[in-house]
């Protein structure tokens, strides 16, 4: 055994043994961090507008702060930006993580010196986790791969600014420092393909054992990968690859394919790590569930999904929340973000511990005739009628079709296959089934005849991606929306509709 396994078994012992115990204080943790958030950040500019001195319970911080998303938290951005200190949280954010907007553009949120450590730990203790439970911990001497965002940081009104994938990178231990792959020099190429293409020749050599990413872009380094070795597996290119850490998107949609492409067996590890924090992962391999990160500095509320656009929604603490309800998440940081709407919604699998499940974006949803189809269930719907007949899906997104030329309105299904099915109008049937058996309102809508069923467009090859390069966000940590409730993607696919 190399001297790296040999000193990670026993820290990677004391770290879960850690985590075992405090997850069963994780309301008391919950209390503490909420107490301390609100004495820390009583005499800054947020603090002072909404009475923090006063708040004492729970109940008093729901009546002074309400929920906001980043459109909201704004104007208090643009001050820290513009040079003023103590306005969301003490003194100024050491970084700002940047990351894509809707309605606002770039988003800019604050990682403070209390902050950085949940960011840089959360993906720490799910290896080290994965260690203790496995009994392996042979990676560590071999290469790994992080495909993140570049580290090379820009600066906004005078705070260091990035990926918050490249501000992370900067944190790697330095015993890590001489497993890491790419280079430095690879790392902050912007260029998705070029850098690409850089990564795959330092790599294909090399002797992975830990792979690192979002599923879709892991998935095109594996393709390329496997185009320049002959059509070989990647566990043929790489034997002693042992483990994927993933998160960012929900792993099923890509699952079949991506465990096709490793030919055999490799442990996967989730995570559901975000710019605003490292809120959960995957802390008993092959266990459903992420467990929440409930002792590092985040204050978690949780809402009702079918509640986010309600004027005066229901707001609960963790220890309100129930398995198997949909809830979007809220949370107050200790980088200054105060009952802040992440955007995310969430599904409890277990609340001793709290374990949950990623289960889709509040505002990618589809609603337009009051069906409100959110991204779990059509994830669900494909994944289950692919499953059945052996298919692979590359990507997919979905959109509503409500001025139709002739008959019912209907969802319409954009999906690049692997291959796609020989009967297009059967599969299309068992999605559809799919779907109504799990969404009631949907079900209902095309019982009474008020929608039609789905409609499957099959894209080209590569169509995504080229898509995704057309409006500059091919790469790094960017995503395709699963749902949304307008045309303006459905449209712009249109040049990549093969049938």
């Not at 909404?50 to 702060?65: E, N, S």
Request: glycine letters at 8%; one cysteine or more; aromatic letters at 12%.
């Amino acid at each position: 055994m190399k001297i790296k396994s040999f000193l990670a078994k026993p820290y990677a012992s004391i770290i879960h043994s850690k985590l075992r115990k405090g997850m069963m204080l994780a309301e008391e943790h919950q209390q503490g961090i909420f107490q301390h958030l609100i004495k820390r950040a009583a005499n800054t500019a947020f603090g002072k507008e909404h009475g923090f001195k006063k708040i004492k319970t729970y109940d008093d911080f729901k009546k002074a702060v309400p929920v906001r998303d980043y459109e909201a938290f704004a104007p208090y951005i643009d001050k820290i930006k513009n040079g003023a200190q103590d306005v969301l949280w003490n003194g100024r954010p050491i970084y700002f993580a940047k990351t894509s907007g809707t309605t606002s553009g770039a988003k800019y949120i604050p990682i403070s010196k209390d902050s950085i450590s949940n960011h840089i730990n959360g993906a720490r203790d799910a290896l080290l986790c994965y260690m203790a439970e496995s009994g392996t911990t042979e990676f560590a001497n071999g290469k790994m791969i992080f495909l993140s965002g570049s580290p090379e940081l820009e600066r906004i009104g005078s705070i260091p600014t990035g990926r918050l994938s490249g501000i992370v990178n900067h944190f790697i231990p330095r015993y890590l420092r001489g497993n890491q792959l790419p280079s430095y020099e690879t790392n902050c190429i912007e260029d998705w393909e070029v850098k690409l293409d850089k990564i795959v020749n330092e790599t294909m050599h090399e002797d992975m054992t830990l792979i690192s990413g979002i599923p879709p872009w892991m998935q095109m380094y594996f393709d390329w990968l496997s185009e320049r070795n002959e059509g070989k597996k990647i566990k043929e290119i790489f034997p002693n690859l042992q483990a994927i850490l993933h998160g960012g998107v929900n792993f099923e949609p890509y699952k079949a394919r991506l465990l096709d492409s490793l030919g055999k067996h490799v442990d996967m590890i989730e995570t559901f790590p975000a710019s605003e924090g490292f809120f959960a992962f995957q802390d008993v391999p092959g266990k459903e569930g992420l467990l929440l990160n409930t002792d590092s500095g985040i204050f978690y509320e949780f809402i009702p999904a079918d509640e986010i656009f309600n004027p005066s929604p229901t707001r609960l603490s963790l220890g309100e929340v129930e398995t198997g309800v949909n809830y979007a998440l809220i949370v107050s940081t200790n980088a200054g973000l105060w009952g802040y709407n992440i955007g995310d919604t969430v599904r409890f699998v277990n609340t001793n511990p709290y374990r949950l499940v990623v289960t889709g974006r509040v505002k990618h949803f589809i609603s337009a005739f009051g069906e409100h189809v959110i991204g779990e269930e059509v994830e669900h719907a494909l994944n289950s009628a692919s499953a059945a007949e052996g298919l692979q899906i590359i990507e997919f997104t979905v959109a509503p079709a409500i001025q139709v030329t002739q008959g019912l309105p209907y969802h319409e299904w954009f999906i690049e296959f692997e291959t796609p099915p020989q009967d297009l109008i059967a599969f299309a049937a068992r999605v559809n089934k799919y779907l109504r058996d799990k969404n009631i309102y949907y079900n209902d809508l095309i019982t009474g005849n008020i929608l039609d069923t789905l409609k499957i467009r099959v894209m080209k090859k590569n169509s995504f991606i080229e898509y995704m390069k057309s409006i500059g966000k091919l790469g790094g940590q960017n995503k395709v929306p699963r749902l949304s409730n307008d045309r303006k993607i459905a449209d712009a696919l249109q040049p990549w509709i093969s049938y």
